[in-house]
């Protein structure tokens, strides 16, 4: 592989779609979900980035998705969105979020070492995370969310 093709293949995040890449893209594996999300003009309830904002150039995992959608070298546009629900059952409803927003949380539960029945609410996802549209690079910080658990558990 030529020193330029390694540079192309390791060029993660660093595309912005065109408007025909986003008016050609299908979802990939969240298809039903983002086709609903972009009819009905949906944001992310924690970041606020729109579904086609989710759109992001990476590493395309699997075989089958990477024959379909990826390019000489395995890279394509993908998305990740996730129905966000409470594991406990009590504190909201389940919710439609982005991929990287529903990551964080799982990251800072693991971090603070929260209980496995704990979830945060998509609002309170928003307090502690931020994430760049188009790239999903993601902004943690640590500190409010320990702030946000330690309000809520001690109501």
């Not at 039903?32 to 949906?42: I, L």
């Not at 704990?118 to 910080?141: A, H, K, M, N």
Request: aromatic share 10%.
């Amino acid at each position: 592989m030529t020193n330029e093709a390694k540079q192309r293949k390791t060029r993660k995040w660093s595309k912005i779609p065109t408007a025909a890449e986003i008016a050609a893209f299908d979802g990939m594996h969240c298809a039903s979900m983002y086709r609903e999300a972009v009819a009905a003009k949906w944001r992310c309830p924690s970041c606020e980035r729109s579904a086609h904002e989710l759109i992001r150039w990476s590493e395309i995992r699997g075989p089958g998705m990477r024959r379909r959608y990826g390019d000489e070298f395995g890279m394509g546009w993908t998305i990740t969105m996730a129905r966000h629900h409470c594991h406990a059952g009590r504190r909201f409803e389940t919710t439609l979020i982005c991929g990287d927003c529903n990551a964080a949380d799982g990251a800072v539960k693991r971090k603070l070492k929260l209980p496995s029945d704990w979830s945060f609410t998509p609002e309170e996802i928003g307090q502690f995370v931020r994430v760049d549209c188009y790239s999903g690079r993601t902004c943690i910080d640590f500190d409010k969310a320990q702030q946000i658990y330690d309000s809520e558990r001690s109501r």
